[in-house]
């Protein structure tokens, strides 16, 4: 079945450092990709995607690049700020003619940014 | 514009108990998902409407669990009885178009069972 298979945290990072979170899938056709960032008692909220091989997303510094060679999205920004302290999952969403299946999700990886 | 509405947001139960949880998602979505979040774990699918049918119900644990989407707007998923391991976040999402992929959420009921 499909999978997603995210770094394990908690990433702790000090202020301005490079951030990368590894994300690799398994998928039986051809999904698109997503990263969602979930703060402090809020919902899941889309931080970027990516619809086919080669795209890369981007959204607040963030950024994601479908490699399809590699079956990776890992998620990357140059300079955390302690505001991106939150939990990161990576999913993965395809389409099977019947409509948009189910977002299959990571387990989440949790950052901690430190002033 | 208003996202995905969900109530209650936090809820505590006796195990045995009956408990609901309502999902009012963006207008003019007419996919709605339900995905059973457990703690430090990413959210899994339970049911997905496209209107009003429920097109994939194959996660849902039909022994205890049911859902439904009324008219093809409003949802309620609804748990009879509640078990210990059922204390998790219950997520309502909905999608603007069949066959878009993106999701919007809503914040979540945290089911408490006791």
């Known amino acids: 079945g499909d999978s997603v298979t995210q770094m394990e945290g908690p990433v702790t990072l000090s202020e301005e450092a490079f951030l990368t979170i590894n994300c690799t899938y398994t998928?039986?056709?051809?999904?698109?990709l997503f990263w969602y960032v979930q703060y402090p008692g809020e919902g899941l909220q889309l931080l970027l995607k990516a619809t086919k091989a080669d795209d890369k997303g981007s959204n607040k510094g963030f950024e994601a690049t479908y490699r399809k060679e590699t079956t990776s999205f890992h998620l990357e920004k140059g300079s955390v700020q302690v505001s991106d302290s939150a939990v990161y999952f990576c999913?993965?969403?395809?389409?099977?003619?019947?409509?948009?299946?189910?977002?299959?999700f990571g387990k989440g990886t949790h950052l901690i940014i430190q002033p | 514009e208003a996202g995905v509405v969900q109530s209650p947001r936090y809820k505590i139960i006796e195990k045995k108990q009956p408990v609901a949880f309502w999902c009012n998602p963006i207008?003019?979505?007419?996919?709605l998902y339900w995905y059973l979040q457990n703690l430090g774990q990413g959210p899994e699918l339970l049911i997905r409407?496209?209107?009003?049918?429920?097109?994939?119900d194959s996660q849902l644990p039909k022994d205890r669990f049911s859902a439904e989407r009324l008219k093809g707007v409003d949802s309620t998923l609804k748990i009879q009885p509640a078990e210990l391991g059922d204390s998790a976040v219950y997520l309502c999402?909905?999608?603007?178009?069949?066959?878009?992929?993106?999701?919007?959420f809503g914040q979540g009921t945290r089911l408490t069972v006791v």
């Open positions: 409407y496209e209107n009003e049918e429920a097109v994939d």
């Open positions: 207008s003019g979505h007419n996919t």
């Open positions: 998928a039986t056709g051809y999904p698109s």
């Open positions: 999913a993965l969403g395809l389409y099977s003619g019947g409509g948009a299946d189910g977002l299959t």
């Open positions: 999402a909905s999608s603007p178009t069949v066959g878009w992929t993106e999701a919007f």
